[in-house]
Protein backbone atom coordinates (compact mmCIF):
# COMPACT_ATOMS: atom_id res chain seq x y z
CA UNK A 1 0.00 0.00 0.00
CA UNK A 2 3.17 2.55 1.05
CA UNK A 3 4.50 1.93 -2.68
CA UNK A 4 0.96 1.76 -4.47
CA UNK A 5 0.25 5.23 -2.09
CA UNK A 6 3.59 6.80 -4.03
CA UNK A 7 2.91 5.47 -7.46
CA UNK A 8 -0.95 7.51 -7.27
CA UNK A 9 0.69 10.31 -6.34
CA UNK A 10 3.02 10.19 -9.21
CA UNK A 11 -0.09 10.08 -11.41
CA UNK A 12 0.27 6.47 -12.38
CA UNK A 13 -2.64 4.03 -12.18
CA UNK A 14 -2.46 1.31 -9.43
CA UNK A 15 -3.83 -2.30 -8.98
CA UNK A 16 -2.06 -4.17 -6.58
CA UNK A 17 -2.25 -8.16 -7.07
CA UNK A 18 -2.27 -10.20 -3.90
CA UNK A 19 -2.36 -14.04 -3.39
CA UNK A 20 -3.82 -13.83 -0.31
CA UNK A 21 -7.71 -13.44 0.14
CA UNK A 22 -7.11 -13.52 3.94
CA UNK A 23 -4.59 -10.21 3.47
CA UNK A 24 -6.83 -8.89 1.09
CA UNK A 25 -10.10 -9.12 3.30
CA UNK A 26 -8.74 -8.04 6.57
CA UNK A 27 -7.47 -4.70 4.88
CA UNK A 28 -10.38 -4.06 2.42
CA UNK A 29 -13.32 -5.47 4.23
CA UNK A 30 -13.10 -6.87 7.56
CA UNK A 31 -11.01 -3.81 9.00
CA UNK A 32 -13.84 -1.61 9.02
CA UNK A 33 -15.61 -3.74 10.97
CA UNK A 34 -12.88 -4.35 13.50
CA UNK A 35 -11.74 -0.56 13.79
CA UNK A 36 -15.14 0.21 14.42
CA UNK A 37 -15.09 -2.53 17.54
CA UNK A 38 -11.57 -0.71 18.86
CA UNK A 39 -9.91 -3.27 17.10
CA UNK A 40 -11.56 -6.43 18.31
CA UNK A 41 -12.59 -9.36 16.64
CA UNK A 42 -15.83 -11.85 18.25
CA UNK A 43 -12.96 -14.28 17.65
CA UNK A 44 -9.90 -13.78 19.63
CA UNK A 45 -7.16 -12.03 19.33
CA UNK A 46 -6.76 -10.23 15.53
CA UNK A 47 -3.54 -11.45 14.17
CA UNK A 48 -0.63 -9.02 13.18
CA UNK A 49 -2.77 -6.15 14.05
CA UNK A 50 -0.35 -3.27 13.39
CA UNK A 51 0.43 -4.46 10.31
CA UNK A 52 -3.23 -4.56 9.56
CA UNK A 53 -4.12 -0.93 10.96
CA UNK A 54 -1.07 0.58 8.66
CA UNK A 55 -2.45 -1.16 5.76
CA UNK A 56 -5.92 -0.68 6.23
CA UNK A 57 -5.48 3.34 6.76
CA UNK A 58 -2.92 3.30 3.85
CA UNK A 59 -5.53 1.53 2.11
CA UNK A 60 -8.19 4.59 3.12
CA UNK A 61 -6.30 7.08 1.64
CA UNK A 62 -6.12 5.60 -1.56
CA UNK A 63 -9.16 3.32 -1.95
CA UNK A 64 -10.58 5.21 -4.73
CA UNK A 65 -7.84 5.30 -7.03
CA UNK A 66 -6.19 1.65 -6.14
CA UNK A 67 -7.54 -1.91 -7.37
CA UNK A 68 -6.75 -4.77 -4.83
CA UNK A 69 -7.14 -8.15 -6.91
CA UNK A 70 -6.62 -11.48 -5.92
CA UNK A 71 -4.51 -13.77 -7.97
CA UNK A 72 -3.71 -17.78 -7.49
CA UNK A 73 -0.73 -18.81 -5.67
CA UNK A 74 2.08 -20.70 -7.13
CA UNK A 75 -0.10 -20.73 -10.97
CA UNK A 76 2.90 -19.99 -12.79
CA UNK A 77 1.69 -16.11 -12.89
CA UNK A 78 5.20 -14.79 -13.33
CA UNK A 79 4.77 -11.56 -11.53
CA UNK A 80 3.74 -13.21 -8.55
CA UNK A 81 6.25 -16.16 -8.41
CA UNK A 82 8.63 -13.31 -8.46
CA UNK A 83 6.91 -11.73 -5.38
CA UNK A 84 7.15 -15.38 -3.92
CA UNK A 85 10.96 -15.63 -4.43
CA UNK A 86 11.29 -12.03 -3.38
CA UNK A 87 9.65 -12.50 0.24
CA UNK A 88 11.92 -15.66 0.68
CA UNK A 89 14.89 -13.92 0.06
CA UNK A 90 14.06 -10.90 2.28
CA UNK A 91 13.80 -13.70 4.57
CA UNK A 92 17.04 -15.42 3.78
CA UNK A 93 18.94 -12.14 4.28
CA UNK A 94 16.97 -11.69 7.92
CA UNK A 95 15.47 -7.83 6.03
CA UNK A 96 12.12 -7.03 8.11
CA UNK A 97 11.89 -3.77 7.28
CA UNK A 98 9.72 -2.56 3.87
CA UNK A 99 12.37 -1.62 1.04
CA UNK A 100 12.45 -2.23 -2.33
CA UNK A 101 14.85 -4.40 -3.98
CA UNK A 102 18.29 -3.00 -4.93
CA UNK A 103 19.57 -6.04 -6.04
CA UNK A 104 20.23 -7.06 -10.24
CA UNK A 105 16.83 -7.62 -11.48
CA UNK A 106 17.30 -10.93 -12.83
CA UNK A 107 13.59 -12.77 -13.32
CA UNK A 108 15.27 -16.11 -14.40
CA UNK A 109 17.54 -16.13 -11.07
CA UNK A 110 15.28 -15.44 -8.96
CA UNK A 111 12.33 -18.01 -10.62
CA UNK A 112 14.91 -20.40 -10.18
CA UNK A 113 15.28 -20.15 -6.04
CA UNK A 114 12.86 -22.46 -4.56
CA UNK A 115 9.24 -21.33 -4.39
CA UNK A 116 7.74 -20.97 -0.95
Not at 31 to 55: H, P, S, V, Y
Request: proline content about 2%.
Amino acid sequence: MEFAKAAIASGQTVAVHCDSKYAIDCVTKWAFGWKARDWTRKGGEIMNLALIQRAHALYLEIANDVQVLHVRGHAGIEGNELADRMSMLAVAEQQTALQPYTGALAPEALLAMRSG
